[in-house]
């Protein structure tokens, strides 16, 4: 009776034989990414092509130049997907910035306005750094340049 050591030690050796000769298919999909299979790729593959490597080196290193040139696209592929990430990133915070800054200012505009159209006496500081009452053709003028800035900054 053949131990079971003898057993397992057959098998491996079948198994390892089966793939000395593999073949690896490299194809794009329909969205664009680079795909390797051992098995044939889908009809509507692009760039579909077939490549026998030597799976025999059992060292670690790679024998043929398609699995290592398979890493570098990868590496690739993935410095790319990083780099449209982050300037995906980038234009999503600046355009949160950009609408908390339209918040802002039609926030702003809409308190001037409101307090140009209340009727009471307005007051600014002048030139010369003195307070002084609005007078009914500044505040005309002042309401007309509000009101713009209050529809320019609260068009939502």
């Known amino acids: 009776m053949k131990s079971p050591i003898q057993f397992f030690i057959a098998i491996a050796i079948l198994l390892a034989t089966a793939t000395v000769a593999a073949q690896v298919y490299k194809w794009v999909d329909k969205d664009g990414q680079v795909q390797f299979t051992d098995t044939p790729p889908p009809p509507g593959a692009t760039k579909a092509e077939a490549k026998k490597i030597d799976t025999g080196n059992t060292s670690g290193s790679a024998t043929a130049s398609t699995p290592a040139k398979s890493l570098q696209d990868r590496s690739k592929d993935f410095d790319k997907r990083q780099k ?73």
């Not at 039609?106 to 009471?120: F, I, V």
């Open 84 to 156: 449209v990430a982050a300037d995906n990133a980038k234009k999503a915070d600046e355009s949160l910035k950009k609408e908390e800054l339209a918040e802002a200012n039609c926030k702003s505009a809409r308190t001037a306005l409101r307090d140009l159209e209340s009727g009471r006496a307005v007051r600014r500081i002048n030139e010369a750094g003195e307070f002084v009452i609005m007078s009914d053709e500044m505040r005309e003028a002042e309401l007309v340049k509000t009101r713009a800035m209050a529809a320019e900054s609260c068009k939502a």
